[in-house]
């Protein structure tokens, strides 16, 4: 009977958890458990890549980049920044290709250590952060009034988690688009096997050269996704584009709050690392995203940073300060990993990124410096 090594991977994954009291245990016994289960994989002859639920970490991978080329296009992504104070990405007109390169090294480990939908949320009282989760997708159909027979247009999708929530709960057909293949690959999958497909599609392509023709869609969002675009004006200038007369675009926005001081080192420290971490060109204020939709011909119709409005709910980056001792048992798993060449090379350079930023990103959050969901809600005239 050949072994069943997807079953394997969370098997042992289970194994780490069980020993999560003592946080020195679990490091030593992540490394010893994968370290183990690397002898079985070598004894295989292939690994499934199927489709499932999320990958094990012996299915960790470079998405749509090849194997060999993955620590190469680390490099080139790493290189990228500027060292320079609120330098962002140096060469915008590679904007582009890098969040097409960094959503290449990220998605199995997303989806690995945190899920299918790639965003934040306030925890709300009682519920946990699934439940939390849901609830912040659903407002957007609801925001936009979604109902069966409309189409409405996911902008950035990544691997669908959002978009199965609001097709479920509104019976309106959602498009996603991101620019990623292997994404693609993955949503569609995960839409088939869910049994939502006859309400998605995902499509692969730019969102500022977008597809579709004029007056496509009903209404549109976009999930912590368009802080990727070099120019907020060109993503939501096609959104603009290829909505209805009188349709809503809601977006929940990277930003930088009224608490950033730009002279203070600290504060922008945090920010860089957020966009290096991240795939972000540079971080926008809430008055520049305000205005970039003015400048399209967009109404702007509500503008709310949801971080500070959801008063009763534990704050958006307590999963990350929750998940704090995992990361470093993850990174002693994928340390392992690597060292036996299970994982491609430069996927522990990303790993360690991931962990760091978490950081960063606790920091924003702490300090009141960043927003990662800014509603912003548009009407086309």
Not at 132 to 156: F, I, N, Q, W
Not at 211 to 233: M, S, V, W
Not at 311 to 337: C, D, F, K, M
Request: aromatic letters at 8%.
């Amino acid at each position: 009977m050949p072994l069943d090594t997807a079953a394997l991977g969370d098997r042992l994954q289970e194994l780490v958890g069980k020993v999560k009291e003592d946080k020195q245990a679990a490091a030593v016994a992540g490394a010893a458990i994968v370290l183990g289960g690397a002898l079985v994989w070598r004894a295989c002859s292939s690994s499934s890549r199927e489709y499932k639920r999320k990958p094990t970490f012996l299915e960790l991978s470079g998405g749509s980049i090849d194997r060999e080329k993955v620590k190469d296009e680390w490099d080139n992504y790493e290189a990228s920044y500027g060292k320079e104070a609120g330098e962002g990405i140096k060469d915008r007109s590679k904007v582009t290709q890098l969040v097409d390169v960094f959503y290449s090294l990220v998605t199995d480990i997303y989806e690995w250590g945190w899920g299918q939908s790639f965003h934040f949320s306030p925890k709300l009282p009682g519920k946990n952060w699934a439940a939390s989760e849901a609830a912040h997708e659903a407002r957007v159909a609801a925001t936009l009034g979604l109902k069966p027979g409309m189409r409405c247009l996911d902008v950035g999708c990544g691997v669908g988690g959002p978009m199965r929530t609001i097709a479920a709960v509104s019976g309106a057909h959602v498009t996603g688009i991101t620019i990623n293949q292997y994404q693609v690959d993955r949503a569609t999958a995960h839409n088939e096997r869910l049994g939502l497909a006859p309400l998605t599609k995902v499509v692969r392509g730019n969102f500022n050269e977008m597809p579709f023709g004029p007056a496509t869609f009903d209404a549109a969002y976009a999930i912590e996704a368009t802080c990727h675009a070099d120019r907020l004006e060109s993503v939501y200038g096609e959104v603009s584009r290829v909505l209805k007369p009188g349709g809503l675009f809601l977006s929940y926005e990277w930003v930088s709050t009224r608490d950033f001081d730009p002279a203070n080192a600290d504060h922008v420290r945090i920010i860089d690392e957020i966009n290096f971490g991240n795939g972000l060109p540079e971080m926008r204020t809430w008055k520049q995203a305000e205005d970039a939709g003015r400048a399209v011909g967009l109404e702007l119709v509500g503008s709310i940073d949801l971080a500070v409005a959801s008063r009763g709910a534990l704050p958006w980056y307590g999963r990350l300060e929750e998940l704090e001792w995992q990361n470093r048992v993850s990174h002693v798993i994928v340390s392992a990993v690597d060292a036996v060449y299970l994982a491609p090379k430069g996927l522990k350079q990303v790993h360690n990124m991931l962990v760091e930023v978490a950081r960063s990103l606790v920091a924003g959050g702490r300090t009141g410096v960043f927003s990662p969901m800014h509603m912003l809600v548009f009407r086309k005239k």
